[in-house]
């Protein structure tokens, strides 16, 4: 049983610390000059209307050129004020406000790109809050590199409690997975909070972002991008942060989670699909592990190896995304997490299967 559970082990081991690798090479991006290029930022929303003064003040208030770029905000269908509230800033000559010429986030986006001028496009979303240098590094990022497609980095917003500290570590080890990777020249996910790629490879992917289902916008275009050996690179910079807000429920968070894990089943990328498998096999094993314990105390110290042995390359990745994002305070809440986190998925896999009932 030994040899089998550490046959278990390696694969894991061995692509966490690749990953890890990967964060080891990440360089912070520095400015050369200031960019000049024309951007199109683009807000899908939807019932958002207490949060697109602030997002909208934000992206007006950027440290760039007001002639080099414009903010679409298109409104997917809201049963609130969202689209009232943006038109009440459309006295500035860079905002336009549009309603969806479909349903749901992609369709949101597309109507967005179809009626933008930039030859870049930025994506976030309506609850995010970005500094003034947010736009002009990312531009500065794009003149520099010319790439297809720009992962930037997301935070949460900090909150006190197990939960929402539960929630920030394991946003940060998604970021850390989406940093590591991409700069392994392997990139598996990223975040349309905080995106960037060229109008051209969109309109060039687009067909491929599966408008069947509600979510994935921004996977599937990676996933598409990356097929075609587009060049697709990770941003670090503190100027290019976006802050998003943490879920204010239990349900709220798993139902996030579960509408995620919804689209995995079209993912093609084998790379992705790889450490899905292995991740979701470890888990269960640990699982496992703690329900043999009742019956027979030797699975839990087994259990605890086990536990102990994914915690190295977690703890690794972690770390160094922690300090990266000055958030170094969360890791004493790592361990309660690593404890907690196999009934986490159990919850978001069951919350996966109602919400597919539904």
Known sequence: MVWLIILILIPYLYLL?????????????????????????????????????????DVMSQDYNPDHFELIVVDDNSIDGSYETAMGYN??????????????????????????????????DADCRMGKEWLKTIVSFYTDNKPELIIGPVTLESRK????????????????ITAGTAAAGN????????????????????????????????VFLL????????????????????????????????LQRARWISKAGSYRDMFTVVLAIVTLIIISLQL???????FDRLFLL???????????????????????????????????AQLFYPFYVVGVVLRFLCYRSD
């Not at 500035?92 to 933008?116: Q, R, Y």
């Not at 939960?163 to 920030?168: G, S, T, V, W």
């Not at 994002?325 to 004493?332: A, D, E, I």
């Open 17 to 57: 610390l690749k990953i890890y690798s990967g964060l080891l090479n990440i360089k912070p991006h520095k400015p050369s000059e200031t960019p000049e290029l024309f951007v199109s930022v683009i807000v899908a929303c939807r019932n958002e209307e207490k949060s697109l003064p602030f997002l909208i003040t």
């Open 187 to 218: 990139p598996v996910m990223c975040n349309g909070a905080n995106l960037a790629f060229r109008k051209e490879a969109y309109n060039r992917h687009a067909g491929n972002l599966h408008d069947e289902l509600i979510s994935g916008d921004d």
């Open 161 to 176: 409690g197990f939960f929402n500290r539960f929630q920030e570590l394991e946003f940060l080890s998604l970021q850390g």
């Open 223 to 254: 996933h598409s991008i990356k097929k075609e050996s587009g060049k697709i690179v990770w941003l670090e910079s503190e100027k290019a942060y976006v802050i998003t807000r943490s879920a204010t429920t239990l349900d709220s968070f798993l």
């Open 302 to 336: 087994v259990y605890l190896a086990v536990y102990l042995l994914k915690s190295i390359p977690d703890f690794m990745i972690l770390n160094n995304t922690a300090s990266r994002y000055k958030k170094k305070y969360l890791m004493k809440w790592f361990f309660p």
């Open 91 to 124: 006295n500035s000559k860079n905002l336009i406000v549009l309603k969806n010429k479909g349903c749901g986030k992609k369709k949101a986006i597309s109507t967005g790109v179809d009626a933008s001028r930039g030859s870049l496009i930025v994506t976030t």
């Open 288 to 294: 496992t592990l703690l329900a043999a314990g009742i």
